[in-house]
Every structure is written in structure tokens, then in C-alpha cells.
């Protein structure tokens, strides 16, 4: 194709330019790259809170939405908070989707505990360790509505991640980023099937 006229062509070969930066978007929005976004819905059974958030896109933890966790999960008795290991968060979502529920929301039995209330616990129920990771912010009690506390425990001992704590009489397992290790408290064998 010539063109006589410079004008002519020079029309001609901004449409062609435009039509490729146009195939370019196309074909660029056709094959989008999300990274991979990993979200929370928790209700705290204490304070009666809801928080449902994203928390971490890609390998980039958002600080903003940590913070907001921090403070969902403050301990209740004295309104303390510390920072959460943001690995138990990767580690409730992964145990959502272990269960079957990956969209449920996690019902919180406890957070994070100052030492103050782990104490207070220690002296008024069983069952509380003396050094319990509540205490640096990297465990957390948990129940997943419409799944029970057995099976809850079954797709936590399937990750083969941190510490597993079940309590069938109470309803709900600990899950915690320390060593691999489980309990049971109240089985008359210490372990539960
Ligand atoms: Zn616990």
C-alpha cells in the first residue's frame, strides 16, 4: 500500500499504531496476573466483633490489615494487643480450605493474652499453659461453625504446622506457629482418636 500524500499516510500509520497498542491491551487483559489474595472472616465469641479482610496479596502481608487483626484479637480482659505472627493467619485460611469451608467464618475463642489474663486463667480453669504461646500473639482458640471440633482437629493435624490443642468438652482446638506437637485436654489418654 503507497500513499502520495503525506498526510494520507501518516493517518494511516497512527491507526496502525493505535490498533496494535489496542491488541496489546487486549491481549494483556486476556491473560490477567493477580496475585494471589488471602482473606479473613473471623467473629470474635467475646466482644461480639466481626472483621472480614484481606490481609495479604501475593507474598506482601498488608500492614494496614495486620493492624486491624492485632486489634480484633486484643485480649478482651484488659484490652491489650500485641502484634500477631502473621504466619497463623496463612495458617487459619490454609485450615479453612483443610475443612472443606474456605469462605467460613472463623468463630475466636481467644487471642491474644497478656499475662496478666493468662494468669488469671491459670488460677480459675485448667488446662492453661504456664508459657502459652496466647501469650507472644502466635495462637489462637478457634471453632469453624458446621464442622466439628473432631474434624476441625483432623484438618489441623493434616498440615503438619505448629502446635494443635484439642478440647472436645469446650468445643474448640488451639492452633498455634510453634513446634509441630498436639494435645488433648480431657481425653483420658491425653490423646483423643
Ligand atoms: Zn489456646
Redesign the pocket.
Known amino acids: 500500500m503507497r500513499f502520495r500524500d503525506p498526510f494520507l499516510a501518516m493517518v494511516a500509520l497512527s491507526g496502525f499504531v493505535l490498533m496494535l497498542s489496542f491488541v496489546a491491551k487486549e491481549s494483556a487483559s486476556a491473560r490477567p496476573v493477580f496475585p494471589e489474595e488471602r482473606r479473613l472472616r473471623l467473629f470474635h465469641t467475646h466482644t461480639g466483633e466481626r472483621i472480614d479482610i484481606v490481609y495479604r496479596r501475593g507474598d506482601a502481608y498488608l500492614d494496614d490489615a495486620l493492624g486491624r487483626l492485632d486489634h480484633f484479637l486484643r485480649d478482651h480482659r484488659t484490652g491489650q494487643g500485641l502484634h500477631y505472627d502473621p504466619h497463623l493467619f496463612d495458617l487459619l485460611t490454609d485450615l479453612t480450605a483443610a475443612a472443606g469451608k474456605p469462605d467460613a467464618e472463623i468463630a475466636v475463642?481467644?487471642g491474644y493474652?497478656s499475662p496478666w489474663s493468662n494468669e488469671f486463667l491459670r488460677a480459675h480453669t485448667a488446662g492453661v499453659?504456664k508459657h502459652?504461646?496466647?501469650m507472644q500473639a502466635r495462637?489462637?482458640?478457634i471453632r469453624l461453625p458446621g464442622v466439628s471440633t473432631r474434624d476441625l482437629r483432623s484438618a489441623a493435624l493434616s498440615l503438619h504446622r505448629g502446635g494443635v490443642?484439642y478440647?472436645p468438652r469446650s468445643g474448640?482446638i488451639?492452633?498455634?506457629t510453634g513446634r509441630v506437637t498436639q494435645w488433648c485436654f480431657g481425653c483420658s489418654d491425653g490423646l483423643a482418636d
Open positions: 475463642v481467644c493474652r499453659a502459652s504461646l496466647h495462637a489462637i482458640d490443642g478440647y474448640f488451639h492452633v498455634d
